[in-house]
């Protein structure tokens, strides 16, 4: 998770660095984290699909080849239509990670799973942060020593694949609801996925817009581009703290409870920064609040409509197109109407999200016990105390009543 957070924050530092040596346009160097992007789309969807065929343990194995092979030609090869092509293989595999790692973290670690998913994804923010420390010190000029380095990382994780069992699969777990229930689930399944699928692509819209253009905001307001980019900076460790800070909590409150709360927080964070004296602070807020929104909601989320079906592959895709779209729309709207209308257009995203995930709580309140989607429990074990595990030292117990 270090690795992949690491790679998404790695592109932007080295623009400058591509743009000198290819003779490119800005937005033609920014190409790579674009094409890293849409090829972490396609793996999320992609290895989904290959999930139930091929096992938990050649899922991952097969996800870090695939994204050592990417950096090992994006930092190599000096040929720039073969290091685009290097970046979308990148992102294949850095979906297939993401994708897996979230996955089994909520189907095989019990109740553990909500918090170590936090923890998780706290690990990724940190690759985030460092990324660009790195960057900063070696030199954008040597970015292809670090894409190699980020690579050869990824060999640590494949060393550890034997840890995981290749089955069951989150696919191969089967419901244990009545008929009818499963049936009220599958009629609501759509409209509960598509809200999921909204909060995610909203929030990271806001994610990644304040990490695109809060350097741009700032410098309009009179900071230096050094303290503009230090607070950006803070942005991201602010919401990598987070994480951190709620993985605790998510064994006491509700998911629905934290990512609600979240982006209430998030919200009044970000109409603060329309006020000139608190921006950077603001921003920093904003950060510690979007935090908890990911991890959280994936529990959520597997509560709605349990990770062993698609919906995960569809909201974590949705979450990586909100990356790739938003940023370039908000910078066309900065362009014709000015960086003054930055925030606003970040509040109008905020109080969309908190409008969704208001709606799905009370949707989820009014379902009542009686309607909640089932625990699924591998279809070759009896109903009672059956095992669900990932890993192949420690066995747990499916999740109690109530955690489905």
Not at 142 to 163: K, M, N, Q, T
Not at 165 to 189: I, K, N, Q, V, Y
Not at 360 to 378: D, E, H, K, M, N
């Amino acid at each position: 998770m270090v690795v992949i957070g690491a790679l998404l924050a790695l592109y932007g530092p080295v623009v400058p660095a591509l743009r000198d040596r290819f003779g490119l346009s800005e937005p033609t160097a920014g190409l790579a984290l674009a094409a890293q992007s849409l090829g972490a789309v396609v793996g999320v969807v992609g290895f989904h699909s290959l999930h139930h065929r091929i096992g938990n343990r050649a899922l991952l194995a097969s996800s870090y080849l695939t994204m050592l092979a990417g950096t090992l030609v994006f930092g190599l090869i000096g040929v720039w239509p073969l290091m685009l092509a290097a970046a979308a293989v990148t992102g294949l595999g850095l979906g297939g990670v993401d994708f897996a790692i979230s996955r089994l973290f909520l189907i095989g670690l019990g109740s553990r799973g909500p918090a170590l998913v936090n923890v998780a994804h706290g690990c990724f923010g940190l690759g985030t942060v460092l990324a660009p420390a790195v960057i900063a010190a070696a030199g954008p000029a040597h970015y292809g020593p670090v894409f190699v380095a980020l690579g050869l990382l990824s060999l640590i994780p494949l060393a550890c694949v034997r840890g995981i069992r290749a089955r069951p699969t989150p696919a191969e777990l089967s419901p244990a609801a009545p008929a009818g229930d499963r049936r009220t689930g599958e009629r609501r399944l759509p409209v509960v996925l598509a809200g999921f699928v909204a909060l995610y692509l909203l929030h990271f819209a806001v994610q990644s817009g304040i990490g695109s253009w809060e350097p741009t905001h700032l410098h309009a307001l009179g900071h230096s581009m050094t303290s503009a980019t230090a607070a950006t900076s803070a942005y991201w460790l602010a919401m990598t703290a987070g994480r951190f800070l709620v993985a605790p909590l998510a064994r006491r409150w509700s998911p629905a409870t934290i990512v609600t709360v979240s982006c209430a927080l998030m919200t009044v964070s970000v109409l603060l920064v329309m006020l000139p004296g608190p921006t950077p602070w603001a921003y920093a807020a904003a950060g510690l609040c979007i935090g908890p929104i990911f991890p959280n909601g994936l529990n959520w989320l597997n509560r709605s409509a349990p990770a062993s079906g698609s919906a995960m592959a569809y909201v974590i895709a949705a979450a990586m197109l909100g990356s790739v779209a938003f940023p370039p729309a908000l910078g066309a709207a900065i362009e014709e109407y000015g960086v003054g209308a930055l925030p606003v257009l970040l509040s109008g995203l905020c109080l969309a999200t908190v409008a969704i995930s208001m709606t799905l709580a009370l949707a989820g309140r009014l379902r009542g016990p009686r309607q909640q989607t089932a625990v699924r429990r591998p279809a070759t074990q009896p109903p009672q105390a059956t095992p669900t595990t990932t890993t192949a030292g420690s066995t747990t117990a499916t999740q109690e009543k109530g955690a489905s």
